[in-house]
């Protein structure tokens, strides 16, 4: 794959296998992040064609997002290890197997194990279409043009997940909703096969399992129990109970890779890499700004101004059509500027954005409430996220591609888990006035947004 690090004066063979690579990886972080929201309209048809119980029925969504945050890790050192080739074959392979046997499920329990692998595949999937980038977009220009596509797949992929649900659930089937990814998958991974080939191969080192085990295990557990928060009090033993569990193996997580692992899963090394350090904490704040944007806004539309499910995924399509944007004109922007303004720049978007998006009301209209604030919102997210993301995976040694892309897809999920449950907590408050919650829940997004801002300093001034 030489010919993907720069495409000036390449020949027209070269260039379109570059437009394939992109391609695919873009393809497969838009399904990724799909897969993760696109089941939620349909859960009241599951529900009533597998006999959930309401409990139970969370898990369709859980589980998914449990193991793709949990083995992110995991799946990012396998590229590294096994090459991103054979790691994206292999997690495109689970995924499509596991959203056939969602789709034919028969039980809840099959519906749920499906879901669980599927989250695996993912967790696989991520990492390795990160190495790929940083594998073969080397030139500036064309790395910063690549992140921005990337991110820009994923961004709206997470927004299409409320309009594509809906109208494959009323038009065909819930289980469309998994079993169209088969042939989508298929083609996949015949277009991985065909694109990647020459790509690093497998190295011959050994698998840290202890790592292995307990960053997985660890974020497995931390997650779980953040999830839990919004069922149960912060000082419950569900909640407590494993997120306590999840930091003690975390801890010894931190201490295997420090001291004893020859190998290590997520070497202690990377993190004295100032980007990676400073990327990675910021994209786990950067979750809180997406979670406020897409999850709690879509909210606000339904439950405060009365739109149906499918007119909420319509009212948030011109901000997804403006984060698209500008993601990929932040991306040409990067190697001329830098990190540091579009990360400020986009604070200070969500600023702006979440305190005008915190006074509208029951007596709001779209236009006026809530079109104009989303849009200063998304545009701070296309011109944060790829932004962020870039500078947490640059500069790494050679082999170590995928455990970094693994790293910052972590730190993005997390801080996605760790902002549902504090906004959720947040907006549960105001539980008598549900305006008064959102508007609570914005202006704490500002907040968020502010300390972005402030934490770009700390960036690196090179060029990524």
Excluded: K
């Excluded at 034919?104 to 279409?129: D, H, K, Y």
């Excluded at 892309?405 to 996605?416: D, E, H, K, P, S």
């Amino acid at each position: 794959m030489s010919g993907t690090r720069s495409t000036t004066g390449a020949p027209a063979a070269v260039r379109r296998r570059i437009g394939l690579v992109l391609a695919l990886v873009c393809a497969c972080q838009f399904m990724v992040i799909l897969d993760a929201s696109i089941v939620n309209v349909a859960l009241p048809s599951v529900r009533a064609d597998l006999g959930f119980t309401p409990t139970g029925l969370a898990w369709v969504v859980n589980g998914y997002l449990l193991t793709f945050a949990g083995f992110m890790l995991l799946g990012g050192r396998a590229a590294d290890l096994f090459g991103p080739r054979g790691t994206l074959v292999a997690g495109l392979s689970l995924f499509t197997v596991s959203s056939l046997a969602g789709g034919l499920a028969g039980t809840a329990e099959i519906l749920v194990a499906a879901r669980v692998a599927q989250g695996v595949g993912a967790a696989m999937m991520a990492p390795a279409t990160l190495a790929v980038l940083n594998l073969g977009f080397t030139e500036p220009h064309a790395r910063a043009r690549a992140f921005g596509a990337w991110s820009a797949a994923g961004g709206v992929g997470g927004m299409a997940g409320a309009l594509a649900g809906g109208a494959i659930t009323t038009g065909l089937s819930w289980r469309w909703i998994f079993l169209i990814n088969v042939p989508i998958g298929a083609a996949l991974i015949a277009l991985a096969v065909f694109s990647l080939a020459g790509t690093r191969s497998m190295r011959r080192e050994p698998l840290d399992l202890v790592g292995a085990v307990t960053g997985t295990a660890g974020l497995a557990a931390l997650v779980y129990g953040v999830m839990r928060s919004a069922d149960h009090g912060w000082t419950s033993v569900q909640v407590l109970g494993p997120v306590v569990a999840g930091l003690l193996m975390l801890g010894l997580f931190v201490l295997v890779e420090a001291r004893f692992a020859a190998r290590p899963t997520m070497p202690p090394r990377l993190l004295r890499i100032r980007g990676v350090a400073v990327g990675n904490g910021m994209l786990l704040l950067f979750g809180g700004i997406t979670i406020a944007m897409w999850y709690f806004t879509s909210l606000f539309l339904q439950n405060v101004l009365g739109f149906s499910a499918l007119q909420a995924g319509l009212g948030q399509t011109p901000a997804a059509v403006a984060f698209l944007l500008v993601a990929r004109w932040a991306a040409m922007l990067l190697p001329r500027v830098g990190a540091r303004l579009p990360v400020l720049a986009g604070g200070g978007c969500f600023v702006a954005g979440f305190g005008w998006l915190s006074l509208a009301g029951v007596g709001s209209g779209y236009l006026t409430g809530v079109l104009g604030p989303t849009l200063l919102v998304a545009a701070g997210i296309g011109l944060t996220f790829p932004t962020l993301m870039a500078v947490a995976t640059a500069g790494v040694p050679a082999g170590d591609e995928g455990v970094t892309g693994g790293l910052a897809n972590t730190a993005a999920q997390v801080g996605g888990s760790l902002g549902l449950a504090a906004l959720a907590t947040a907006a549960a408050s105001q539980a008598g006035a549900p305006a008064a919650g959102y508007a609570l829940v914005f202006l704490l997004a500002a907040g968020i947004g502010l300390a972005l801002a402030a934490l770009s300093v700390l960036l690196p001034r090179r060029q990524v």
